[in-house]
């Protein structure tokens, strides 16, 4: 029997990921179904909005639309009253993408404001554990008298 290239077949989502597409469609129409009995919708805006998409998730600070100083705040406070420690805690806490939340931690480790503790190891990566010094804490009680909101960013809306 001749060698013969083997091909591979292309990749499917899981069944999962299928489930809830379909679910999230289902979801969607009943929403524009609903929207149209209202006459909130026009049925010729149907299409246009079902074809949106969301914007791109930010890779920089400026690209969130928020403040430097808002941002840095939210981090504090996220750190000193959520008790939140690492990048994947922090970019779930706070919504925001793992290079944002690392070019904030890289701002308050230059401001002196937190300081690397250590490392946890979760999979075959360590991951870097953050804490607040002196300094830090300082800000963030600061920040929590200011505004006691603690949870995602908001996001600003568009223009």
């Known amino acids: 029997m001749k060698n013969q290239p083997t091909t591979t077949a292309p990749t499917r989502p899981d069944s999962e990921d299928r489930k809830g597409d379909m679910a999230e469609r289902e979801l969607s129409t009943r929403l524009f179904e609903h ?3 209202l006459n909130a919708i026009a049925p010729e805006e149907l299409t246009h909005v079902r ?6 998730a930010p890779y920089t600070i400026a690209e969130t639309g ?3 100083i808002v ?7 996220a750190m000193h009253v959520g008790a939140l420690r690492t990048v994947p805690q922090l970019v779930k806490g706070l919504k925001l993408t793992v290079p944002v939340v690392e070019q904030l931690l890289q701002a308050v480790v230059d401001r002196k404001l937190v300081e690397v503790l250590g490392s946890v190891v979760q999979g075959p990566v360590p991951i870097l554990d953050y804490g607040l010094s002196d300094l830090g804490r300082r800000w963030a009680s600061d920040a929590f008298e200011q505004n006691q ?6 996001v600003p809306q568009a223009s």
Do not use: A, D, I
Not at 51 to 56: D, E, F
């Open 35 to 37: 929207l149209r009995r």
């Open 51 to 56: 074809r949106m998409q969301p914007p791109p």
């Open 66 to 68: 928020v403040s430097e």
């Open 71 to 77: 941002l840095t705040r939210m981090l504090l406070k």
């Open 149 to 154: 909101y603690l949870g995602p960013v908001p």
